[in-house]
């Protein structure tokens, strides 16, 4: 069983993947929050101070039942961007509200037959593609020709064939 630890997370607004030589190697912690309904646990990155809105992950594996003979792993992510604070006329600040949030929800359907090995081959081409970890053809690793997920989630462009 995987125990809940913290979890330390690179990342930058270029997407680019950071290193160990780079300073600070991680900028971002989620420490974990336990269950919040049975079977789903919860990491959240409490950096922002404010007690509303937080970064969150939650994590949740459904093991086979009689009707189902497959392993049901959803990882949900999601980032809030907390509402302007405008004064209110009596001069007392309004608490924070969360405006609207990013989210990202991911099922993985893994049958009780399969492997290991197919199990983590499916993980690291998903790692792949999210990545745009993809060569090129010509054997260059070129993200211009990388994983369309990119441009539709950077710039909601639809694929196109």
């Given at each position: ?155 909601l462009e639809p694929v196109s064939g």
């Amino acid at each position: 069983m995987a125990t809940q630890a913290a979890i330390l997370v690179a990342s930058n607004a270029s997407g680019s993947v950071k290193t160990a030589s780079t300073t600070p190697a991680y900028d971002t912690t989620f420490s974990p929050d336990g269950q919040v309904i049975p079977g789903v646990y919860r990491w959240v990155d409490r950096s922002g101070g404010i007690p509303v809105g937080y970064p969150t992950m939650t994590l949740s594996v459904r093991r086979p039942t009689k009707g189902s003979r497959v392993y049901k792993i959803v990882r949900k992510l999601s980032i809030p961007t907390l509402a302007d604070v405008s004064y209110a006329s009596s001069g007392l600040t309004p608490p924070q509200q969360v405006d609207h949030s990013c989210q990202k929800t991911e099922e993985w359907i893994l049958p009780e037959a399969s492997t290991e090995a197919e199990r983590l081959a499916l993980l690291y081409l998903d790692r792949c593609f999210a990545s745009s970890n993809i060569v090129t053809s010509d054997g260059s690793a070129n993200q211009d020709t990388g994983s369309p997920l990119l441009a539709a989630i950077q710039y909601l462009e639809p694929v196109s064939g």
